[in-house]
């Protein structure tokens, strides 16, 4: 996936009203420092599938976190990762959408991350025009290429001081999101665009990441700073000098972009309120103990000031607020409040009507008998977001805009017991009325026998069951459609013993796996809520 826009046009005719631009003879290419880069990183370099499209993206740290570009994620369902021969899915930590960048969180560990300028050192060792650099990613396909080019123009920093460069480099749709390496093998950006054919061609742009790194430096391992925290934990903790008590405002003065923290305890069944008031740009994290980034905000506040407001669980929080530039200091007054978290009782089958406040959840219980499913959606002229969690507090299922319009829609199966739903705006400008269907439906499990097809229609991703008797030996499960299926198998006990999503043909699922004798659960479902048609089900025993 790569971004082409009008913005690409009216970048390089600044370029070439305003600045340098690159005609001839430009400086030597060292090839074997870039075959050094590739044989060093090309590890840290993955493929990222969505319903959407494809792109590139590459850790920056051991922890299994992945850079890449918004554009590539946005308005995903599900994130798949392709790394060492094997897929993973991931989420969307953060976003940064007008610098077109996104923070990607997985589970994958022990994996190797490049290397990037450390935050003292912010834009020096950027490539001046005629210098060459190198970039890797997936243009076409599940290999990894290498292109490399040179720097032709270079634009003035944003306010958040990312950078853009123009490359000849060959950007090809795939290399979205991809690093792009100088020749001492430092990662200084990530392909973002290019000029489609119809308007130009070879003219691709590079957005700069150094302001990232000073922004977030403890999610790069790659500087080696030894001054910065080794830790988010000691990131977040090591500096907090100050107590707060809720409900009492703290003055304090802002010292452009340094960070002031602040520690606060939350009773349980409560939620966190802070922000500030000022004449300045203010920005606020909120970290737990073990020092993970729980919530950001910039500007949700009155003017430019920061406001959060979160459910939390009982502990100790540490709140960092700090200027959105350097210019930005001067007084400002931190307030905290923690307020009682509300939850509605809900009866299956009413419609409740309320109104939506940006950003902030508003939490619903419901019971849910033995052997039925639920069905809980959202009807609005808004953008809704909802989340489904278990009785021990667990996310089990979220959702963006699978209902109506923008709306939410879960459809999902589980055990007896108590649930809760989540209700919230997509961004702070969703507010206003909406209503919540919840329903429950009873389980529908169709008994196949092995050896006879099944034909039935997918309907996204609302599981379809089959139950099948095996004799000891091995049961082979798999589909037939056009559609991208993914399959589950449970044994009688509801424990999942294998799954699979692209192991058949095209995008369909295969399962071949030795078991016991007895009765066991398939599952079939596609892959996102477009994978909608129809597909057959064979089952083999030997």
């Known amino acids: 996936m790569i971004r082409k826009s009008v913005l690409s046009i009216v970048l390089v005719a600044f370029s070439m009203a305003l600045f340098i631009t690159c005609s001839s003879n430009p400086k030597g290419v060292n090839s074997q420092n870039f075959q050094a880069i590739f044989r060093e990183n090309n590890e840290a370099v993955v493929l990222i599938e ?34 060492s021969g094997r897929t993973y ?86 290399n979205s999101g991809g690093p792009i390496f100088n020749e001492r093998g430092i ?96 920005v606020m994290r909120i970290y737990n103990a073990q020092g993970e980034e729980i919530a950001f905000d910039d500007d949700s506040g009155t003017n430019l000031n920061a406001r959060v407001n979160i459910r939390v669980p009982a502990g100790t929080y540490t709140i960092e607020v700090r200027g959105y530039g350097s210019g930005d200091t001067g007084p400002y007054t931190l307030h905290t409040i923690t307020e009682a978290v509300v939850i509605t009782n809900l009866t299956a089958g009413r419609v409740h009507r309320a109104t939506l406040q940006g950003t902030i959840e508003q939490l619903y219980n419901v019971r849910v008998p033995a052997g039925r499913r639920l069905i809980a959606y959202t009807e609005s002229n808004l953008d809704t977001v909802m989340r ?40 702070s ?32 991703t609302i599981e379809q069951l089959y139950n099948i008797r095996v004799p000891a030996g091995r049961l082979i499960a798999y589909t037939e459609s056009s559609v991208d299926t993914v399959m589950h198998i449970y044994n009688s006990r509801g424990q999942e013993i294998a799954s699979d999503d692209d192991s058949g043909t095209n995008l369909n699922a295969r399962v071949d796996i030795v078991v016991p004798a007895g009765t066991y659960t398939i599952e079939v479902r596609g892959f996102s809520s477009r994978d909608v048609g129809s597909y057959t089900l064979h089952t083999l025993t030997q």
Request: proline letters at 6%; glycine letters at 10%.
């Open 429 to 460: 400008g969703d507010t206003g009325p909406y209503t919540l269907h919840t329903l429950t439906e009873p389980v529908v499990i169709t008994n196949i026998s092995a050896g006879r097809v099944h034909s039935a229609e997918l309907q996204g």
């Open 50 to 83: 969505t319903e959407i499209g494809k792109g590139t993206g590459f850790f920056i740290n051991s922890s299994g976190t992945v850079l890449t570009c918004y554009h590539v994620v946005e308005g995903a369902r599900q994130i798949r990762i392709s790394y």
């Open 89 to 174: 899915n991931a989420t969307i930590e953060r976003f940064w959408a007008a610098e077109d960048q996104a923070i990607l969180r997985t589970d994958i560990t022990r994996n190797r991350y490049v290397r990037v300028n450390p935050p003292n050192r912010r834009n020096m060792d950027l490539p001046g025009v005629l210098d060459s650099v190198m970039a890797m990613g997936f243009p076409t396909g599940p290999n990894l290429s290498i292109n490399q080019g040179y720097i032709s123009s270079i634009f003035p920093p944003t306010n958040s001081g990312m950078i853009t460069l123009q490359t000849d480099t060959a950007i090809n749709p795939g």
């Open 187 to 282: 990662v200084i950006g990530i392909a973002t665009s290019i000029i489609s054919p119809d308007e130009g061609s070879g003219i691709g742009f590079i957005h700069t990441i150094d302001w990232l790194v000073s922004l977030m430096p403890y999610h790069f391992e790659g500087h080696n700073v030894t001054t910065q925290p080794t830790t988010p934990a000691q990131h977040a903790i090591s500096r907090a000098t100050i107590t707060l008590t809720p409900g009492r405002p703290y003055n304090a003065t802002l010292q452009g972009t340094a960070e002031q923290r602040y520690n606060i305890r939350v009773p349980a069944g409560r939620r966190l309120i802070a922000y500030t008031e000022s004449n300045l740009d203010t």
């Open 388 to 427: 489904i969690y278990n009785a021990q507090g667990e996310e089990i299922a979220s959702d963006d805009d699978s209902g109506t319009g923008l709306n939410a829609r879960v459809n999902i199966r589980v055990p007896a017991g108590t649930y809760t739903i989540e209700v919230r705006g997509y961004d």
